[in-house]
């Protein structure tokens, strides 16, 4: 009685296991086939965005309302207001919204997987401002030498008090003095930070 070779065996059974995984995984719903796939690279584009919009000077965008109110305007629920009184006090944050929409490849897939739950769309808002947040500090930590030689220009006698030395180690640099924690803080907070610098 023939038999099969070794090799041969071994083919055929390596492809019956393989086969039995990949069954396994077939035999799943799709839909949760579709949140394990989701679970690993869902955040990736959006998280990426969120980093190039905050490098790109919008440092203080809360991602949670910009998906909040965007996902509103798309539905068509303003919150009780008529649309062009919804439009009219968002306008800065639907302009973010849309602008999303263009560059986040994945977006029209990804959405209809973090509309479906509150949480998901929760932890979305949440990558995407730690994304925003990793984005900035790694920027701050890396001040060069020439961004505090032009710093100093603008400030009397031509140096920071504290100083901050451009010999010292990168991460031993911070921002402890008030001058440049000034030109660090945001326009609409500048008065409050003048008034109460160590506040």
């Known amino acids: 009685m023939p038999t099969s070779s070794p090799e041969l065996m071994s083919d055929t059974n390596h492809s019956q296991s393989q086969k039995c995984r990949l069954g396994h ?26 980093a190039w919009k905050t ?3 919008k440092i203080d965008i809360d991602w949670a309302e910009v998906l ?6 798309d539905s068509g629920s303003y919150g009780g207001q008529p649309r062009c009184k919804f439009r009219e006090e968002n306008c800065a944050v639907l302009e973010i ?18 509309t479906s739950s509150s949480d998901r769309l929760d932890n979305l808002a949440k990558a995407m401002n730690q994304a925003a947040g990793n984005a900035c500090s790694n920027d701050i930590s890396s001040l060069k030498k020439e ?14 008090n504290p100083p901050i030395l451009h010999c010292d180690f990168k991460a031993e640099r911070g921002f402890v ?4 924690a000034h030109l660090l803080c945001l ?13």
């Open 187 to 199: 326009i609409k907070n500048c008065d409050a930070f003048d008034s109460n610098p160590e506040g």
């Open 177 to 180: 003095d008030v001058q440049f």
């Open 55 to 57: 490098r790109n000077g």
């Open 25 to 50: 995984a077939f035999d799943q719903p799709c839909s949760k086939k579709r949140r394990l796939f989701k679970s690993e690279n869902i955040f990736e584009n959006w998280s990426r965005f969120a």
């Open 68 to 73: 909040d109110k965007g996902i509103m305007w």
């Open 97 to 114: 919204f849309i602008e999303t929409k263009k560059q986040v490849v994945s977006f029209e897939d990804d959405m209809q997987f973090f």
């Open 147 to 160: 961004v505090l030689e032009y710093t100093t220009v603008c400030m009397p006698d031509n140096k920071l």
